[in-house]
């Protein structure tokens, strides 16, 4: 049997959300988990999977830390131990106080397994139009490296399992990483050139 080519598979589509689109949307969550959800996916660059199976045991206030691993070590996307921020901090103290169960998304007394409805009806009211969930992730990444992180950094934020996966995504996001190359390329100024 001859070897079958396979097209190749085409970069991604992400579309960071802007500043004034985050704002709108952390507003337009209403219902308190649909929050909580919300504002952990921005400040933790998580998936969604991994915060809806987020624990309290894995919220260390103390040291500020949220560990987004599963205690049995098996997931097939990698999940980070980040830091805590004062944004997530705040809104998990006082879910912490309110707590009914041992999982930190919760809605009244029982696990939340899916957001869909609620992150739904918070961009209704933010109108903000599509906006894909998995966007909330390349807008904590782009907003990373815009602000100077080294794409390393961010890597391991996101738990990305090595930077190439993290520069094939998002290098493109961070152009002044080769601003100094193409400051070289200025052919109208004499340059000492070294050969």
Same mark, same amino acid.
């Given at each position: 049997? $001859? $070897?079958i080519e396979l097209p190749p598979k085409p970069d991604s589509d992400v579309r960071p959300l802007s500043d004034a689109q985050v704002r709108a949307l952390l507003d337009g969550c209403h219902a308190p988990h649909i929050r909580l959800a919300v504002v952990l996916l921005l400040a933790t660059g998580a998936r969604v999977s991994a915060v809806l199976d987020l624990t309290w045991d894995r919220i260390d206030?103390? %040291?500020g830390g949220i560990d987004l691993r599963l205690p049995d070590g098996v997931t097939r996307k990698g999940r980070a131990v980040v830091p805590m921020n004062r944004m997530a901090r705040a809104a998990l103290e006082t879910a912490y106080r309110a707590r009914l169960t +041992? =999982? +930190?998304?919760e809605w009244a007394?029982? %696990?939340v397994k899916s957001i869909r409805k609620g992150y739904s009806a918070a961009l209704d009211r933010a109108k903000i139009g599509q906006a894909n969930i998995h966007q909330i992730r390349h807008s904590v990444a782009v907003r990373m490296l815009a602000a100077g992180q080294p794409i390393e950094k961010v890597s391991q934020y996101l738990g990305h399992s090595n930077t190439a996966i993290t520069y094939k995504? =998002?290098?493109r996001f961070m152009p002044d990483h080769m601003a100094d190359a193409a400051e070289i390329l200025d052919f109208d100024e004499p340059r000492k050139v070294v050969l």
């Open positions: 049997m $001859p $070897p206030f103390e %040291r +041992v =999982y +930190v998304i007394g029982g %696990r995504t =998002y290098a």
